[in-house]
């Protein structure tokens, strides 16, 4: 869009379009559009597949300015809207929650491209997309986001684990998360922090985007304060939810 026609104040949000499955099919994205909402940003959204500065997506533009990461994201707007949610925290505690979100985006979230490429291979890619795909955009996609989550898993590591590998590996994460959590009704007790944005677009990802999956049953049984918690948060910041999604 041409900057002289962007409304000052507001966050312009460029992240992978929505899809059938959920309002986003990026962790990342779902990260920061989390954040805006928690923090009751202004924000529009733009929905697209060319990566930002970084050569991913998201990124977003306020006032002239460029940001791309969702951690730098969040950062930012902490500065520029002065915002206080998580003053109240010690270091010890911002400590714990930073290695618990690094934990989760840095690891965990890799069994959604596990679970797409080497458990469903590639066959949710339709929900992952705005609309049903016809047949040769359908196969082109497939492929070619097949390959790139083949090499995004080999590089990061977990790609070269057993799907019952994997299993084990993500159950000791959300046992952590777990953990943490406990009875909160936030991942750092009963007020809503920067934190949030980060675990819910994690643990939102792998509960929605893949319903038929390991982390899900997780989610649902032996660690149901994660599903808990997840639901919970849906319901406060996402209201629309419905309206959000794409119809395929
Ligand atoms: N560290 C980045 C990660 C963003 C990221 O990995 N985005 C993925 C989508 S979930 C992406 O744009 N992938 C495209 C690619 O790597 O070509 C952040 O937190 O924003």
């Known amino acids: 869009m041409e900057a002289a026609l962007r409304k000052p104040g507001v966050v312009y949000l460029y992240q992978f379009p929505r899809c059938t499955r959920s309002p986003s099919p990026s962790p990342?994205?779902?990260?920061?559009?989390?954040?805006?909402?928690?923090?009751?940003?202004?924000?529009?959204?733009?929905?697209?597949?060319t990566m930002g500065p970084k050569g991913k997506l998201p990124f977003i533009e306020l006032d002239g300015e460029t940001?791309?990461?969702?951690?730098?994201?969040?950062?930012?707007?902490?500065?520029?809207?002065n915002l206080t949610m998580n003053d109240h925290l010690d270091e010890r505690q911002k400590a714990v929650a930073h290695a618990m979100e690094q934990m989760l985006e840095e690891n965990t979230i890799m069994a959604l491209p596990h679970h797409h490429a080497r458990v469903r291979h590639m066959q949710d890619m339709p929900y992952m997309l705005?609309?049903?795909?016809?047949?040769?955009?359908?196969?082109?996609?497939?492929l070619k986001v097949g390959k790139t989550l083949e090499a995004v898993l080999n590089a990061q590591g977990l790609g070269r684990h057993s799907v019952a590998e994997v299993a084990t590996i993500?159950?000791?994460?959300?046992?952590?998360?777990?953990?943490?959590?406990?009875?909160?009704?936030?991942?750092?007790?009963?007020?809503m922090t920067s934190y949030d944005a980060g675990v819910f677009g994690m643990m939102a990802?792998?509960?929605?985007?893949?319903?038929?999956?390991e982390p899900r049953r997780l989610m649902d049984g032996k660690y149901s304060n994660i599903g808990d918690y997840v639901k919970?948060?849906?319901?406060?910041?996402y209201p629309d939810w419905d309206e959000l999604l794409c119809k395929g």
Do not use: Q
Request: net charge negative.
């Open 28 to 49: 990342y994205c779902w990260k920061v559009e989390t954040f805006l909402r928690m923090a009751k940003i202004d924000y529009i959204v733009t929905g697209s597949y």
């Open 130 to 142: 705005e609309t049903n795909p016809g047949f040769f955009f359908y196969w082109m996609v497939r």
């Open 67 to 81: 940001v791309a990461d969702s951690d730098f994201i969040i950062e930012f707007l902490i500065k520029r809207f």
């Open 170 to 191: 993500v159950g000791k994460d959300l046992g952590a998360l777990s953990a943490l959590l406990g009875s909160s009704h936030y991942v750092m007790g009963d007020t």
């Open 205 to 213: 990802s792998l509960y929605y985007l893949i319903p038929d999956s």
């Open 232 to 237: 919970r948060l849906r319901a406060e910041l």
